[in-house]
């Protein structure tokens, strides 16, 4: 199978699933990243997944998601290890809640290009992060990445993958900082 059908039979088998744990309180599933908008690399991409969950969230949604985790995993498709599963219900996607998992420009990048996988898309109305919240957090994760760097026999040694979000990330930081747009590879 070809790099972005693997990805896609990793995003099928997690929101079948999904649908198995949460039945009619997911609202929708939604792939995200490279495969919702293209530059998929079965070298080096995430297999990014979003779901929305009715409202209002429970403590059990935290272990749910990563329960779902670690059922793709054990499925032994080729880059289940890859899954990132955001989730976030209405409430929180808006603003009006804080939980879940979905940080703004992956929220952002849900609003835009989320493809609809499952589900009814729940994207209407959904405010776009602005700018500050896009750079604040990604400022964060930028410090974080700098400490790795001092490293870098370890950053290299960790495969390409690490390597590459390594070396991408000052990129496409500097291109969200100065559009309040996605980077994209």
């Given amino acids: 199978?070809?790099?972005?059908?693997?990805?896609?039979?990793?995003?099928g088998r997690?929101?079948?699933?999904?649908?198995?744990?949460?039945?009619?309180?997911?609202?929708?599933?939604?792939?995200?990243?490279?495969?919702a908008h293209g530059?998929?690399?079965?070298?080096v991409s995430d297999v990014d997944l979003g779901l929305v969950l009715a409202d209002p969230l429970t403590g059990d949604d935290a272990s749910g998601v990563a329960r779902l985790s670690e059922q793709v995993m054990a499925s032994g498709l080729e880059l289940a290890d890859r899954l990132s599963i955001f989730w976030g219900s209405p409430s929180t996607l808006r603003g009006?809640?804080?939980?879940?998992r979905f940080p703004p420009l992956d929220c952002l990048d849900l609003i835009r290009s989320g493809r609809l996988l499952a589900g009814a898309d729940a994207r209407?109305?959904?405010p776009e992060p602005n700018h500050r919240e896009l750079v604040?957090?990604?400022?964060?994760?930028?410090?974080?990445?700098l400490q790795r760097l001092a490293q870098p026999e370890d950053l290299v040694a960790s495969g390409p993958r690490?390597?590459?979000?390594?070396?991408l990330f000052p990129v496409r930081f500097l291109y969200t900082a100065r559009t309040g747009d996605i980077g994209r590879n």
Avoid: C, H
């Avoid at 690490?162 to 070396?167: F, G, I, S, W």
């Fill in 1 to 11: 199978m070809a790099g972005e059908e693997i990805g896609e039979a990793v995003l």
């Fill in 136 to 145: 604040l957090p990604a400022a964060e994760m930028g410090l974080n990445l």
């Fill in 96 to 100: 009006d809640a804080s939980a879940g």
């Fill in 162 to 167: 690490p390597l590459t979000k390594a070396v």
């Fill in 39 to 43: 530059g998929f690399s079965a070298l």
């Fill in 124 to 126: 209407a109305g959904l």
């Fill in 14 to 35: 997690a929101i079948t699933a999904a649908q198995a744990m949460w039945g009619s309180r997911l609202l929708a599933a939604y792939a995200l990243g490279s495969l």
